[in-house]
């Protein structure tokens, strides 16, 4: 059993010590156990392969923190394998459709080869990465529908939050854009000249913009002075609504704005704020019913490990 017990005081990566029950002989066998966590074993050899996957290729380390990021490397391994059994046993599964739908988010997300570009750093070919994100999309449902589901927030909680934290509800002036990005000078001339033909902004959008927002028609929501690029502030919070930018170059290439509302600086109301200190209050509720369940497997769990391994 877990003799000396995680103490999770943020996220995964701060560690206790964890004891080892066996004994350890002076010529260990090839493939001596590492880590046992229920029925499943982990040779010093896999937990190598496991860890240097986690790693950048070619990322150099010097002792002390390659060290570190084992031991938190280690706490996560654990973890991680406690809550996909618990997946398994309580049958969450995924299906090849909303892993299609998850891939496709992450190719708009990466446009043009970014994606391709962010695996080949990662050393990932797209089977494995997919695999991931299946096994990521199993456990993100089965926190869901398992803690997720019994944390609720009363009206008393938003109403004291609200009291309690007022000026952080003071708006400074917002605007509400869409943009259309490209790289080229002579495209984005030509896209303009589409929109001051009367084009849709959000279909010509979706059709012609390279930024990740195309398929939101370029719909960047809304944001306060200093939220984006500063040639961004510059064009977008003297434009009248409903009027189209110049051709503005950035360092991501050439844009096309257009502003669709202008929110005057303001204090928000309690119902006006509500939307946002109902998020604020149910990811503090939703981490602490987290960290309390994950107690929970570890506290019902055969967890050991080899810790003279590791240091060696």
């Keep these: 059993m877990l003799r000396n017990l995680l103490r999770l005081l943020s996220g995964l990566l701060l560690i206790a010590p964890l004891a080892w029950s066996g004994c350890k002989s002076e010529q260990p066998p090839p493939q001596q156990v590492f880590i046992q966590i229920n029925e499943r074993r982990i040779s010093p050899a896999e937990f190598d392969r ?7 290729p070619d990322q150099q380390l010097k002792a002390e923190e390659r060290a570190d990021l084992q031991r938190s490397f280690l706490v996560q391994l654990i973890d991680r394998e406690l809550i996909a ?9 995924v299906t090849p459709a909303e892993v299609d739908t998850a891939v496709q988010e992450h190719y708009d997300d990466y446009p043009g080869e970014g994606l391709q570009a962010m695996l080949r750093e990662r050393g990932m070919t ?17 926190l869901r529908e398992v803690v997720y589901a019994r944390v609720v927030v009363a009206e008393e909680e938003v109403a004291a939050y609200y009291e309690e934290h007022r000026a952080d509800f003071d708006r400074p002036e917002q605007v509400r854009a869409r943009q259309i990005m490209v790289t080229d000078e002579a495209q984005g001339k030509q896209v303009l000249g589409l929109l001051r033909q009367g084009e849709d902004f ?17 719909d960047l929501g809304f944001f306060g002075r200093g939220q984006m690029p500063g040639e961004f ?3 977008v919070f003297d434009l009248p ?22 929110r005057p600086a303001a204090r928000l109301s309690q119902k006006e704020a509500e939307r946002e200190i109902r998020r604020v209050l149910e990811a503090g509720k939703q981490e602490e019913a987290y960290q309390n369940w994950l107690q929970e497997l ?6 050991e490990v080899n810790w003279d391994q590791l240091d060696d």
């Design 50 to 56: 496991l860890f240097a996957a986690s790693l950048l």
């Design 85 to 93: 059994r618990e997946a398994r046993e309580r049958n969450i599964v």
């Design 126 to 142: 797209l089977d494995s990465w997919r695999e991931e994100l299946r096994q990521n999309l199993v456990m993100e449902k089965l």
């Design 202 to 218: 959000t279909e010509v959008a979706r059709q012609y913009s390279q930024s990740p927002d195309a398929r939101q028609g370029g």
């Design 233 to 235: 502030d510059a064009v």
């Design 241 to 262: 609504v409903g009027r189209l930018s110049k051709l503005v170059k950035s360092d991501y290439g050439y844009h096309i704005f257009l502003v669709e509302e202008i």
């Design 298 to 303: 570890r506290s019902r769990a055969s967890i």
